[in-house]
């Protein structure tokens, strides 16, 4: 009697054992939101502001947090952002800091939040600063293709952070106020980035791009920059879908955007660290003495992967993988704070190409950048990830 009492009693432990709880994406959606704000009480100061800056990190929180506010119905996160709007645009809808003729398209993600928050509230002023973010465009400088350039400053050049800065917002303005002849012009930015800026044999897209092939950092045969760096091609893949959430279904080009998708997340996968779920800094050389697991790269990859198989863009197999990196950044890129608060560790502070300091793009540049904790481009993506993987 005593020995099947003893096999029953092992039997349930194991049992209990293999029946692990399923993972709680949405909990964590709340965990790390809930941080955000309690770090950041003020949504300007995110990306460790001390003056107000109208900037495309402060848009991607304000957007994760209206994500935040539209899944959960929690007020809280709809008034950290109607707070922040306000602070910022007054009631002719002019926009606290931002200045359009230094055509810095980084601006735009700033306020592609305002959609929505126009569409709860009625109020005009958020349509008016709509409209004149999209003023901008009209005037903004290209290269001769049609692209446009990252910023007035950076002439001749696109990188990949651009797409995503400017191309969901376009693209939703295009669809919201019938302007449909924006759609050919969104798509157009994707096949001009992706010719000039993908690599034939790793199939993965470099940086970016310069038309004049002059720049220090620039292949002086090609025009493309040396390196592959994981979160510009996180801002690409995460740009292509939000993109689809407003280019008409029965548009020629649909098919295009997710063509780049699947090949861009199924040259991912051969990346991805086996151990962590995560993917390093410089996307193809993990074994390279300095590379290391960046948190940024890693969520928005999450994000665009389980987004994608939601929206039937990419086959089944891809929400494994995004739930993976999910659950690596939770176990290797979160810790524990001592007010409660969760901290997301290991993310590139910024990178960029050109400019003064000089960046070369080079192997080295881009493994000496700073890393930091509650950097807001991996607490954005990470808020985003964590919502679309708890959709069921």
Known sequence: MKKLFFVVLLYVFVFNLSAKEPFNYAEWSVKVADSEMKHNPELWTVDFLSTPKWDYTQGLIAKAMMQMYLTTGDKKYFDYVKTFADYFINDDGEILTYKMSDYNIDKLNGGNFLFDLYTATKDKKYLKAIQTLREQLYTHPRVKEGAFWHKKRYEHQVWLDGLYMGTPFYTRYGAIFDQPQIFNDVTNQFYVCDKYTKDPKTGLNY????????????????????????????????????????????????????????????????????????????????????????????????????????????????????????????????????????????????????????????????????????DPKVVGPFILAALELSKK
């Open 207 to 374: 940086h970016g791009w310069d038309e004049s092939h002059t720049q220090k950092w620039a292949n002086p045969m090609t025009g493309q920059s040396p390196n592959f760096w994981s979160r510009s091609i996180g801002w690409y893949v995460m740009a292509i879908v939000d993109v689809l959430d407003y280019l008409p279904v029965n548009h020629q080009d649909r098919a295009f955007l997710i063509k780049i998708l699947n090949r861009e997340c199924t040259v991912l996968l051969k990346y991805q660290d086996k151990k962590t779920g995560m993917w390093y800094q410089v996307t193809n050389m993990p074994k390279k003495t300095g590379n290391y697991l960046e948190s940024s790269g890693t969520a928005m990859f999450s994000y665009a992967m389980a987004k994608g198989v939601h929206k039937g863009y990419l086959p089944e197999k891809f929400m494994k993988k995004a739930e993976k990196a999910f659950q690596g950044l939770v176990k290797f890129s979160t810790i524990q704070n001592a007010d409660s608060t969760v901290s997301i560790t290991k993310a590139c502070s910024v990178a960029g190409l050109g400019g003064n300091p000089y960046r070369d793009g080079s192997y080295q540049y881009y493994i000496s950048e700073p890393v930091r904790s509650d």
